[in-house]
């Protein structure tokens, strides 16, 4: 709605009503009245020359004295005629009479001054006719010849009449009436009209202004708009539409802004300048502006000053080219508030065309929250929370990323994997320090190393870092900081604390084909320097690529060894055990055998740890025990009734009771003696965790059964745990009995461990016998027992029972 005023339509009637009474009124003033006086005028003169005649006849025919005043008849005549001033003069000159006592004795000259000097002069000339002359426009003067009555003989009797009358009365008089004729028609005229106009005010004009009243009041949007009581029917039903009109668009609009203050985007129209011209409620919240604070700024009010000076080009640009860069689409941008903070909306633009005005309905959604949780969920999942490193997995990609990159190996980068080993006990000692030894770490790390380009957390122990500079792993300088690295402790909180970490250095990552097998020597990595923490000198372990090959290795046979065990390609072979006092063969331990389909062997000295770690050893060791006791029960070792079957049991055995009661369960299922079986236990198992294991073996012992502490002195356990051991039988390690004939301090320890094992009660067994020397010597030395390659390889059962036989023979042959 237009604001400008309501045109007047009182001027339209009302300024052609008074240029028409105008022209009325002039017409009246200039033409109508002057010419009605000037008719009036002439009337009065012919009427008075008409009496002048009638006058100077009547004095003639009265023959009035020549000197004497008939002031009677005169007096009459004015009375009758109303004529004002009536002069009677003989034509010597004298007066006769007159109407004026004051000019009772006045000569003609004396009247010039009244009657003017051309009636004087004629007077006095007697050349007087019925013309009648004004004075001063309104005095109308006449003279008239008459014949008086001579009163003595001097006088020829011949006198002059003059009249005088002010015609003033006869003139105004004429016009006055003529003006309230005139005035008589104007009134009705303007009565007329103004009965016209007060119609028109009431029916037309009011009515009409009423309706441009209502007009200002829908442009204004305030106050109400009342149906019209008066006005033409035309006007009363345009007001009532109009009324109607604006009570719906009122309601439209309250509807349409409570739907725009009921959403919950912000909504900002402007105009082709920017102007804000439209703004709903939830602005407030939005930007901080209420709607009509907003309304008549500047929309760059609502940008930051770089945005602010971008949408002013953009805008100019679209409304010049018609290119448009965000209308009709919708982005993201940022929104500065009136706190001056700023915010991430999701803006849409949408433009709209009214009439000739081009206008842009922006929405507006605060999506801050949006991104900001986005960004802390990519951060959650990308990141490690504590320390800020990457995680597991964008260290998996970000490898990744750079392989691709680089098109293969990182040329110039070696990775350096950390294994903090002892942050359990650390955080079991002081707390929830985890965060602290780690970041500590970590800043240790990135001191000693530089070059850092990535790191990562990849396990709630382990770090790993790729650093730039030297593909071919850290310098020999590097190496040997490395290796003290921790040797200082790092501060948590105020304390000193020692770290215990392993340190992996992975060289020539351009090697790597690709990221897969860099992420796998990674692992493998891990691996082994968690397999080998404890038995290396140094804390840095440099991988190559034999540690994959064995892990490799390793991981084939867990897969395989399942299906190994049941197709039976696991199976045992015996090693005869050689009493050296009698000769006779003591018995036989079972030692395991695979090959594979292909024939392939594997050792059981690979295969076993791996059995062990995969947590199939038992198994293995069930079936080997099944296997060989039935063998036994059945004969087939070929074994004298007291011959001995030596088993190896698994530390992982030992860890349950059960063990006790398969045994026992499969010697009473073959009705096998339980003195027959000795179970070997190698020393380390034992003294690893020795009250269990000992408890275990104490169980072994009670159901009758032997026990065997195998490879004695390969471990670290000192002489005097063999007190504690409950063993029947000692079996010293092949390490010192392969070089008995040569070393003196190998025969020192084998001859002491003998005579302690005796002391204590044990049978003694030398393994890795290889030559008859050694078996000399042992003999000499008092060792109850013998195995090894001198006398037989590990064998089946059909070699054994020609082993057993061939022995037999040669003793009975002695
Ligand atoms: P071990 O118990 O010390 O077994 C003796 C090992 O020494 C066997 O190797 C055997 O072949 C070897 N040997 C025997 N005489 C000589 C010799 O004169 N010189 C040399 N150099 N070696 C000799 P094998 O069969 O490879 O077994 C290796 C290890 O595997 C065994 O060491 C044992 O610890 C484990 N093992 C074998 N069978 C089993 C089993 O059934 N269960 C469990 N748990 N472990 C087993
Ligand atoms: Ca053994
Ligand atoms: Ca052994």
Not at 259 to 265: E, M, Q, R
Not at 268 to 283: F, K, L, M, P, R
Not at 596 to 614: L, Q
Request: glycine fraction near 10%.
């Amino acid at each position: 709605l237009s604001d400008r005023p309501v045109p007047s339509l009182a001027s339209l009637f009302l300024r052609p009503a008074l240029v028409l009474l105008a022209g009325v009124i002039g017409y009246l003033a200039l033409v109508a009245v002057p010419r009605q006086v000037d008719w009036t005028v002439s009337e009065s003169t012919r009427e008075f020359g008409r009496l002048g005649n009638i006058l100077a006849q009547e004095i003639t025919r009265l023959g009035v004295a020549g000197t004497l005043v008939q002031s009677d008849a005169i007096d009459r005549f004015v009375a009758r005629t109303g004529i004002g001033e009536i002069y009677v003069l003989r034509a010597d000159g004298r007066m006769v009479a007159t109407t004026a006592s004051a000019l009772r004795d006045a000569s003609i000259s004396d009247l010039a001054p009244l009657i003017g000097e051309g009636a004087a002069l004629r007077a006095a000339t007697n050349r007087c006719g019925s013309d009648v002359e004004f004075v001063a426009g309104r005095i109308a003067v006449g003279c008239w010849a008459i014949v008086l009555r001579p009163i003595d003989g001097t006088t020829d009797g011949r006198g002059v009449l003059i009249m005088r009358d002010d015609l003033s009365w006869i003139i105004e008089g004429a016009r006055a009436q003529r003006i309230n004729e005139a005035l008589g028609g104007v009134g009705l005229l303007l009565i007329f009209m103004g009965i016209l106009i007060v119609l028109a005010i009431r029916h037309v004009l009011a009515p009409v202004a009423g309706l441009g009243r209502q007009m200002e009041v829908v442009a204004a949007g305030v106050g109400e708009v009342r149906p019209l009581t008066t006005g033409a029917r035309e006007i009363r039903s345009l007001a009532d539409g109009l009324a109607s009109m604006v009570s719906t668009l009122r309601e439209r609009e309250g509807q349409l802004t409570a739907i725009l203050d009921t959403a919950i985007d912000g909504i900002i129209a402007i105009d082709s300048n920017g102007t804000i011209v439209q703004a709903n409620e939830a602005c407030r919240a939005l930007v901080g502006w209420a709607p009509e604070d907003l309304v008549g700024q500047d929309v760059a009010m609502l940008m930051p000053p770089s945005a602010a000076g971008m949408h002013a080009h953009n805008l100019s640009t679209y409304l010049r080219t018609g290119k448009a860069g965000i209308i009709g689409k919708g982005r993201e941008v940022i929104a500065r508030r009136r706190d001056g903070s700023d915010i991430i909306i999701w803006l849409a633009i949408a433009e709209m065309r009214i009439g000739q005005q081009r206008m842009f309905t922006g929405t507006l959604r605060d999506v801050t929250a949006d991104r900001l949780r986005e960004f802390e969920l990519h951060r959650i999942a990308h990141r490690d929370p504590i320390l800020g490193l990457f995680n597991q997995r964008s260290w998996t990609i970000e490898i990744q990323a750079l392989f691709d990159q680089s098109g293969g190996g990182l040329p110039d980068c070696f990775f350096l994997l950390v294994i903090v080993r002892n942050l359990d006990d650390l955080t079991v000692t002081f707390g929830d320090v985890e965060a602290t030894v780690l970041a500590g770490v970590n800043a240790r790390i990135e001191a000693v190393l530089g070059g850092v380009e990535m790191a990562a957390r990849v396990d709630r122990t382990r770090l790993a870092y790729l650093i730039q500079g030297n593909g071919d792993g850290p310098t020999p300088e590097q190496q040997v900081t490395l290796n003290a690295t921790f040797d200082a402790p790092i501060d948590v909180n105020g304390l000193s604390v020692a770290v215990e970490a392993s340190l992996v250095v992975i060289p020539r990552i351009k090697d790597f084909a690709d990221s897969t097998i860099a992420a796998g020597a990674v692992q493998a990595a891990f691996s082994w320097a968690t397999e080998t923490e404890f038995d290396r000198a140094l804390p840095v372990l440099v991988y190559d690529e034999k540690v994959g090959t064995t892990i490799r290795e390793r991981t084939r046979i867990a897969q395989e060894l399942p299906g190994a065990l049941n197709s039976g390609r696991i199976h045992p072979v015996y090693q005869p055990q050689i009493s050296l006092r009698g000769g006779g063969v003591r018995g036989v331990e079972t030692l395991v055998r695979w090959q594979r389909a292909d024939g392939t062997p594997v050792s059981p000295a690979i295969f076993i740890p791996v059995a062990e770690r995969a947590g199939f050893v038992r198994d293995v060791d069930r079936a080997v025990l099944e296997t060989s006791v039935t063998a036994l029960a059945d004969g087939t070792l070929h074994l004298g009734a007291d011959g001995i079957l030596s088993v190896n049991a698994s530390v992982k055995e030992l860890g349950t009771r059960c063990f006790i009661d398969e045994v026992q369960a499969t010697l009473e299922r073959h009705g096998i003696a339980p003195a027959r079986l000795e179970i070997e236990v190698t020393e380390t198992a034992v003294t690893g965790s020795l009250s269990a294991v000992a408890d275990i073996l104490r169980g072994l012992r009670s159901l009758g059964v032997r026990v065997a502490i195998d490879d004695f002195g390969a471990g670290y356990a000192s002489i005097s745990y063999l007190k504690d051991l409950p063993a029947d039988v000692l079996k010293i390690d092949r390490l010192f009995i392969a070089d008995l004939a040569s070393d003196t301090r190998a025969r020192a320890i084998v001859e002491t461990v003998i005579a302690l094992g005796h002391d204590l009660g044990m049978e003694i067994i030398a393994e890795g016998v290889e030559t008859a020397e050694v078996a000399r010597i042992l003999t000499e030395m008092g060792c109850d027992i013998a195995q090894g390659y001198f006398f037989a390889r590990p064998m089946g059962t059909d070699a054994l029972r020609k082993f057993v036989a061939g022995r037999l023979e040669a003793l009975a042959n002695v």
